[in-house]
């Protein structure tokens, strides 16, 4: 297999480590994570003498192991591999048939874990229900395996951490009564987009941004996440979640923190966490008749997408027909500190939009006076779009005087792609798990942050639970009942993406 590894990747190898999936049957495991680190293997970044063990129940490993190759097949190409190749790899590979309630499963794990380079260092990935995340850092504390004496020991978390204020606090402090905080992962992939981490760089190395980045120059921010696609097979999660859990709480937010945060005193986790924790802590929390003017609901109907005729979200399968919930949400946001008092943040995302997009849209003020506003073609506001996804990069939007004997004005847009033709960009997973292996929590969120962040949507939950309908619209559109009005008096309106 060595021989086809050619890929080089920045960043530092990570010591030899027993990488544990609870769920490793399921689609995550598949889809996400063992592609991921096969490509960090052929890069240098994992440990060639790293294990990793899957503990599932049900499936024999033979089973098991098929299912991981025909993934890699399935949703990762670039990682397919022949006959030998595989061998080599699945020779990592260890598999624990066990029930996660079952005191036999983690005494199976212990004698599972491996001494290397003269350490037995862990990395547990839980790849299951959140319902499960308690029952697995029990059976890790009570059987020694978060025990860090002859190496270190990681739990990763996924999303959702809780579904509301009262669930992340009780999961937080039964998670922090068997861990010690700096072993918890609290992982949002979001997080571990290229483009999204480059958001620091653009700020902070960048001296053209900082005197703009402020109130006195930026009218508002529009944040998004607009999706092609329904909600597939996971209709039993997107019922008890909706758009506002599912997207903006945990990723957008996380995001607006990035776009809206002092420059930390130096590039370490704390320092980092500590800048984004004083941004939700400043956000205004919405009063009840607030919450009726400043956030949007909307459920697709029937449609097109793609030129392919789609069913409403009622039609779904596993989705109740009366269902109310919510599969695109927007919320204005006011941040109030001297930097941000008074400019909207608007974070918006939605299922069956015309186009996958993910953007953050930098709007400024206009001018106080404008020499070519009474022009056939006015000049347009001017933006800062940073493109999360997909063709990475930043654009920004100026007007010109049009070629000829005139001074009407055109749009001029300049265009800086984030990566040049034929580099490799990092999937999310490769980067988060390197994070995780190495030690770095910058990316992943802090016990006060979740719960800061479940905080500020409370009331808009609070708001939305006892309605008896909502809004619809059609899929592949940007027909969103109320999305103009939130937007009224933003310079430009509503920015869709193109």
């Known amino acids: ?114 001494l290397l380079d003269g350490h037995i260092n862990a990395m547990f990935y839980c790849a299951v229900p959140p319902d499960w995340y308690t029952t697995v850092a029990a059976g890790l504390h009570k ?5 860090e004496s002859n190496g270190f020991r990681r739990v990763v978390i996924e999303k959702p951490f809780g579904m509301d204020l009262d669930s992340a606090r009780q999961l937080n402090h039964d998670l922090q009564a068997l861990l010690n905080e700096s072993q918890i992962y609290r992982i949002d992939h979001y997080l571990g987009k290229e483009s999204v981490q480059n958001l620091l760089v653009y700020r902070f190395a960048n001296s053209i941004l900082e005197p703009l ?50 420059p930390p005193v130096e590039f370490t986790a704390d320092a980092v966490r500590d800048e984004k924790i004083k941004v939700l802590r400043a956000v205004r929390h919405l009063e009840p008749e607030q919450v009726k003017l400043q956030t949007v609901a909307a ?38 500190n001297w930097r941000w008092q008074g400019v909207p943040f608007i974070l918006w995302t939605g299922k069956r939009l015309p186009k996958r997009v993910s953007e953050i849209v930098i709007r400024f003020r206009k001018l106080p006076f404008n020499l070519f506003d009474t022009h056939a073609t006015p000049p347009i506001a001017n933006s800062l779009v940073f493109r999360l996804h ?12 049009m070629p000829g004997l005139t001074t009407d004005t055109q749009r001029m847009v300049m265009r800086a792609p984030y990566s040049e033709d034929g580099m490799d960009v990092s999937d999310a997973y490769e980067v988060l798990i390197h994070d995780v292996l190495m030690g770095d929590a910058t990316l992943f969120s802090r016990a006060d942050e979740v719960e800061e962040s479940w905080s500020i949507i409370e009331p808009i939950l609070n708001g939305w639970k006892d309605r008896l309908s909502v809004e619809r619209y059609r899929s592949g559109t940007w027909d969103i009942p109320g999305m ?14 193109g």
């Open 213 to 262: 980045w402020n109130r006195n120059f930026i009218d508002h921010i529009q944040i998004s996440a607009a999706e092609e696609i329904g909600i597939e097979y996971r209709a039993n999660y997107y019922e008890k979640s909706g758009a506002l859990r599912d997207m903006i709480q945990s990723h957008l937010m996380q995001v607006m923190t990035l776009v809206a945060m002092e």
């Open 390 to 401: 997909p063709d990475e990069g930043i654009f920004l939007r100026m007007n010109a005087k």
């Open 143 to 147: 059987h020694g395996l978060d025990n």
């Open 1 to 114: 297999m060595e021989e086809a590894l050619t890929t080089q990747c920045l960043g530092e190898p990570t010591e030899p480590t027993n990488i544990v999936i609870f769920g490793a049957g399921g689609d995550l495991t598949k889809r996400k994570l063992i592609p991921a680190l096969v490509k960090m293997l052929r890069c240098g970044l994992l440990h060639p003498e790293s294990k990793i063990i899957g503990v599932l129940k049900g499936r024999t490993n033979e089973v098991w192991l098929n299912s991981l190759r025909q993934g890699l097949a399935d949703y990762s190409a670039d990682t397919e591999m022949n006959d030998q190749q595989w061998a080599e790899f699945s020779f990592r590979l260890k598999m624990i048939d066990g029930d996660l309630q079952d005191e036999q499963t983690y005494t199976d794990l212990a004698t599972s874990l491996e």
């Open 484 to 497: 103009d009005a939130l937007f009224a008096d933003c310079v430009g309106g509503w920015h869709k993406p």
């Open 299 to 336: 459920q697709y109907s029937s449609g097109d997408s793609d030129n392919e005729k789609v069913t409403a979200y009622v039609a779904e399968e596993g989705v109740s027909p009366d269902s109310v919930t919510e599969t695109f949400s927007g919320v204005r946001f006011y941040i109030d």
